[in-house]
């Protein structure tokens, strides 16, 4: 007879356990999806479902109180949202509201460069005298508000907007505060 290889005999024990460990994981993940389909219950047979029963039986007078109408459900509002008149998200048509001129940052909350570019148009629109707005991206309704009204939006970017909701100037990535400055004078009625 001749002896296996250690090298061998070791790789063959491995394979083993590797089987062994992937049973008892399989074993242990939960039942499968036939385990978990409902199990059918006895239908409670009733006079009118009996045909044969019913038609042996004489009928029974009905009860002389009236049974329960049932109420009916109230329908569910359909959720519209409310589209404010300039397109941009409800929190943009307050500010401008407020402002002949909103300076929006539309951001990533935790980016660094999100966040140092948030900081410069906030100072930026102050110098420029205009309203000051960041505006997450990942909110799924401000997205939703700006792929609509714009099309597409890199984020660091900047918006400048006119009261009427008008996009004076569009600027993507990094804007110092100058410039911002600057766009939103000239924005300025």
Known sequence: ME???LPVRIFAILIVLAGLAGMLAMRTMGPSSDALAPIPQPVKKTQAA?????ATQPAKA?????????VAAKPKPVLNPVVPPTGFPVVVDRALRQNAVVVVSLVVPGARVDELAAAEAEAGAKLGGAGFLALNVLNE???RSLLTKLGAAEEPSLLVLKRSGEVAVQLAGFVDRETVAQAAANASP
């Open 50 to 54: 009996t045909p044969a029963r019913a």
């Open 141 to 143: 309704g401000v997205g």
């Open 62 to 70: 009905a009860p002389s109180a009236k049974a329960p109408k049932p």
């Open 3 to 5: 002896k296996i290889s």
